[in-house]
């Protein structure tokens, strides 16, 4: 039953993070088609995206630790995460509803890796945007500031 309940917050986790790094492409074209509107709205749908994103990790984390818990499982210092549940307590599982739930696991930790990618291409395009903007207010400014017969043509 618990197996069932944990396979599905991943299939929900997955839901999300594809949501999100499809959010993260659109923030991409929107920021090199310098639409602040539509920027602003990727920007909200993420928030909303990183929320339930949150709220499905922290029930994953009860669940597992409720499996920890009703099994009476040993941690022996270790953290009570999923990888360790699956790797150490294999026998607690159901042997198909266990590659089920790793591979699921992989393929959400395959499109984690895909989003932080996108994330750093974005930071990279807005850092570099904002420096380009800086960079032509400064160019403006220096021309007002020159006299017209002082400006070369």
Do not use: W
């Not at 299939?11 to 949501?19: A, M, N, V």
């Amino acid at each position: 039953m618990m197996e069932k309940e944990l396979y599905e917050l991943l299939l929900k986790e997955d839901k999300i993070i594809k949501s999100l790094i499809a959010a993260a492409k659109t923030k991409q074209k929107v920021i090199v088609e310098n639409d602040y509107n539509a920027l602003t709205k990727v920007n909200e749908n993420e928030s909303v995206l990183l929320s339930d994103l949150d709220k499905v990790s922290r029930n994953q984390q009860k669940l597992v630790s409720r499996l920890f818990d009703i099994n009476s499982l040993e941690e022996n210092g270790k953290p009570r995460i999923l990888p360790i549940l699956i790797n150490d307590y294999k026998e607690i599982f159901n042997t198909a509803q266990l590659l089920k739930i790793n591979e699921l696991r992989l393929e959400v930790r395959d499109q984690v890796k895909v989003l932080t990618a996108l994330n750093h291409q974005n930071r990279f395009l807005i850092e570099h945007a904002s420096s380009l903007v800086k960079e032509t207010i400064s160019l403006l400014l220096k021309t007002r500031k020159t006299s017209l017969i002082d400006r070369k043509i």
